[in-house]
T-cell receptor
Framework: DSGVTQTPKHLITATGQRVTLRCSPR?????VYWYQQSLDQGLQFLIQ???????AKGNILERFSAQQFPDLHSELNLSSLELGDSALYFC?????????????FGPGTRLTVL | AQTVTQSQPEMSVQEAETVTLSCTYD???????LFWYKQPPSRQMILVIR??????QNATENRFSVNFQKAAKSFSLKISDSQLGDAAMYFC???????????FGTGTRLKVLA
């Protein structure tokens, strides 16, 4: 158990819908990262937050947005969902979010878009 | 573009034997970090080992060790005395200096045969 929690574990929804994925970092970690893992693929970096501020952005679609709240939990919002958005979404956290800071991953949220 | 290549989609090893998983990466940087993560069937991403590029000494963690060849841009993972619980997908990840994000390879599926 990494100490990073993600809810829900599974989410099934329809195309065109909007969902919110939630992540709570390890106690004391200030930085949160979001990754997407499509079927049998490596993880793709989406976005990073540090202490409430966006720090780095990857290949995140405009339909996706995220934020980190004052209590440091983070939410990833996915809207106008398409079949291709079906994937495992991971949240990771690290202490200060600087280079070399080890990222600890949550168990992931499996999103299925029908 | 910075990329990570894992050329072995699948490997098999007999229990108690040793196996080496390959990883190469493309970078022009001199300072960066490298990681191996394990993803068992539960899909949880578990950190196996971490290597700083400025350190010449190869990292080790119990039965896991790396062979880091900076000039060759190679970062292989050696698993000694393989156990059934080592069966998983193994991902190599590279963190470019100053980017705060990991770039993952496509993974190697390791099967451990009893």
């Amino acid at each position: 158990d990494s100490g990073v929690t993600q809810t829900p574990k599974h989410l099934i929804t329809a195309t065109g819908q909007r969902v919110t994925l939630r992540c709570s970092p390890r106690s004391g970690d200030l930085s949160v990262y979001w990754y997407q893992q499509s079927l049998d693929q490596g993880l793709q970096f989406l976005i990073q937050y540090y202490n409430g501020e966006e720090r780095a952005k990857g290949n995140i679609l405009e339909r996706f947005s995220a934020q980190q709240f004052p209590d440091l939990h983070s939410e990833l919002n996915l809207s106008s969902l398409e079949l291709g958005d079906s994937a495992l979404y991971f949240c990771a956290s690290s202490v200060v979010g600087t280079e070399g800071d080890t990222q600890y991953f949550g168990p992931g949220t499996r999103l299925t878009v029908l | 573009a910075q990329t990570v290549t894992q050329s072995q989609p699948e490997m098999s090893v007999q229990e108690a034997e040793t196996v080496t998983l390959s990883c190469t990466y493309d970078t022009s940087e001199s300072d960066y970090y490298l990681f191996w993560y394990k993803q068992p069937p539960s899909r949880q991403m578990i950190l196996v080992i971490r290597q700083e590029a400025y350190k010449q000494q190869n990292a080790t963690e119990n039965r896991f060790s790396v062979n880091f060849q900076k000039a060759a841009k190679s970062f292989s993972l050696k698993i000694s005395d393989s156990q059934l619980g080592d069966a998983a997908m193994y991902f190599c990840a590279y963190e470019p200096s100053g980017t705060y994000k990991y770039i993952f390879g496509t993974g190697t599926r390791l099967k451990v045969l009893a």
